[in-house]
Every structure is written in C-alpha cells, then in structure tokens.
C-alpha cells in the first residue's frame, strides 16, 4: 500500500457519479431491508471493510481513513478483516459479514476471480458491495463500484518520471534494461507496469528492452525473484525499475545493490513512497530515485463516504471514486504528506 497531511486532503478524491440501470420488475416486490429502503437506514450503520494483506502500510492506512470518516459521520462501525492472500477466506469472509447483518461490504479481494462468486452473494443478500483497489466484476461481467486509483494514469506518471531521469543520466539501450515488478494474474498491476511502458517508450525512441518479473508483489517476494533475474541478466550496467507497488520496487531495488551494482546505476521509481522514503529519510544513497505517492486513507475514506450515503440516504455508488496522486522524491517527500513505515 500514514496519516495524510493537510495538504493531500486538500488535493481530495475526484469522483466520477455514474447512473446505475435498474433491473425490471418482476411483478413481485421484496421487503424492503434496511440497506435497500426507500427511506435509507436508521440507527448505528454497520460496514464490513474485507481486505487483502491488511498487514500491508497501505492497507493498515486504508483501514484507518475507513474508520476517520466513520467517527466524522458519526453513527458509523466498521469491522476491517485481514483476509491475507486467501481467496477462499474473502469467500468465507462475505459470508459471515451477511451473516451478522453487516449493511455493506467493500472489499479488496485477494483474486479478482472470486468477483462473481462474491459479488453475487452479496447482491443475492441485498447488501451492497463495492470494490476497493482492484476492481471486481459480477457473474454477467459488469464492473461493481469501485474505490482506489486509475492503475493506467499511476503507471504513466511512473514511466514518465522514469524516462526523465534515463534521460539526464546519459544512459544508453546498449548499456541498459527496464525491470517491471509485477503480479501477472492481477489486472491493476497489468495496467500500472503497462501504463509506465506506454509512458517511458513515448518518452525515449530508443526503449531498453523489458525483462517482466512475475511476483507475489511483495519485498520478499520481489527481491527474490530480482536476484534471479539480475543472474541470468549479468553484465547489464545499468537498471531502471518500476512496479506494481512500493513492495515490488523496494525487492527489487535491494536486489539490485545486493549484485554489486551502484545506486548511480540504478534508477527505481516507487510505487507507493511508504517504503521508498526510508532511504531518503536515513540520508543514504540510494537506487529509489523517486515514487508515485498514493494516499490508502484517502481511499478508505471515498469508500466509506460512498457506502454509508448509499445505506442512509439511497444514494446510488458511484461507478468509480478515483483518488489523486503525487510524484515525490529525496526533496519534497515530506512537505507531500508521506509517512515512513
């Protein structure tokens, strides 16, 4: 994936309001729940906030700004479950959420395949549910509401910054590779790495060519896989790396070092800041040269706005609550509002 300053909240959440078509009559009109009344919901509203790796910074932030935005609406209790990277926990997880009478669910679902199966639970409960951070889709193949970021427009800043500093390094193609740090089964790290690609190629005629690294988009995980990249790849001066998130660019950044190479020829460009501050924090020299700051709190908060305007007073989700974004680096980290973890 920090408590946000003054300045990020000011920056706000654009949001994109979308009618929703309604489905026919059947004829046969159900009771009105609680979530669904025409009059909305009385009394304390109860929300379910399901998340993947809610260890994660990020998410822990996430967490947090869910349940700011409760106190400031007041009235508002949200239950946040760390569901891991258990998909068959987020399964199990919606359901005891319908089971104790929860009035919505938004979740960030550890693999945007259980859509459907979520989703149609929910929606077959009469609770609603939105997505978070990665989108989810229902049995028919439509999208659910969803909260986060444009993963295309965070991967364009990315690649730009990425091109700029190649640029005023002097490297050449023949000297360097672009390591992309990615999960190949996840949609929003597909769009990101391929939003910085499109960014970085219209930047530089001359593209180094692009060796994909496949992850489970943690440190661990992604400085493991780097390390076996960087053997097969000896010899290769320079590095420019960017990925999914602030973990995958972390890995494999370390990595790089770990191989003997400097951070002079090493461009990494963070997705996240949470981690990619540290270094800059401590005054080392570093291969993070920069990170695309995103705000998880903000996030929480979209969501939670949007679901208890939904359970209280009908108004429909909106399609899609897209959450602004900030390029920092060793200078402005600070005054940007990003917290080191």
Do not use: H
Not at 6 to 15: E, F, N
Not at 170 to 186: E, F, H, P, S
Not at 209 to 233: E, H, Q, W, Y
């Amino acid at each position: 994936m920090r408590t946000v300053t003054k300045r990020i909240l000011a920056a706000g959440l654009s949001v994109a309001a979308i009618a929703l078509a309604t489905g026919c009559s059947t004829g046969q009109e159900a009771a009105p729940t609680a979530a669904s009344s025409s009059s909305g919901a009385t009394g304390t509203v109860e929300i379910s906030y399901l998340q993947k790796q809610g260890d994660q910074q990020y998410f822990v932030d996430q967490a947090n700004g869910a349940k700011e935005m409760a106190k400031e609406l007041g009235g508002v209790n949200v239950t946040v479950v760390n569901l891991g990277t258990d998909a068959n926990k987020a399964i199990s997880e919606v359901d005891a959420a319908i089971a104790r009478k929860t009035q919505g669910i938004i979740i960030v679902a550890p693999d945007q395949a259980i859509g459907p199966q979520v989703v149609d639970r929910a929606n077959s409960a009469g609770v609603p549910i939105m997505a978070s951070d990665d989108t989810l889709k229902d049995s028919t193949g439509a999208e659910i509401p969803f909260a986060g970021f444009d993963g295309t427009a965070m991967g364009t800043e990315v690649g730009k910054k990425a091109a700029e500093l190649y640029q005023a390094a002097g490297w050449t193609k023949a000297d360097t590779k672009i390591m992309a740090v990615t999960k190949l089964d996840l949609s929003v790290c597909q769009q990101r790495i391929d939003g910085a690609a499109a960014a970085f190629k219209a930047a530089v005629s001359d593209t180094p060519d692009i060796v994909t690294v496949g992850t489970d988009i943690s440190v661990t995980g992604a400085l493991d896989k780097a390390a076996a990249t960087l053997t097969a790849n000896q010899g290769v001066k320079n590095w420019v790396v960017w990925g999914c998130n602030d973990e995958s660019v972390t890995g494999a950044v370390t990595a790089v070092a770990n191989a003997g190479i400097k951070p002079a020829n090493t461009i990494g460009v963070g997705l996240g800041a949470y981690l990619a501050c540290k270094d800059w924090k401590a005054g080392q020299e570093t291969g993070m040269k920069a990170a695309l700051f995103i705000s998880g709190a903000e996030v929480g908060k979209a969501a939670v706005k949007s679901m208890v305007d939904k359970i209280r007073n009908n108004v429909a989700l909106p399609a899609k609550s897209i959450a602004k974004t900030e390029i920092v680096d060793a200078s402005n980290w600070e005054s940007a509002g990003v917290v080191c973890t």
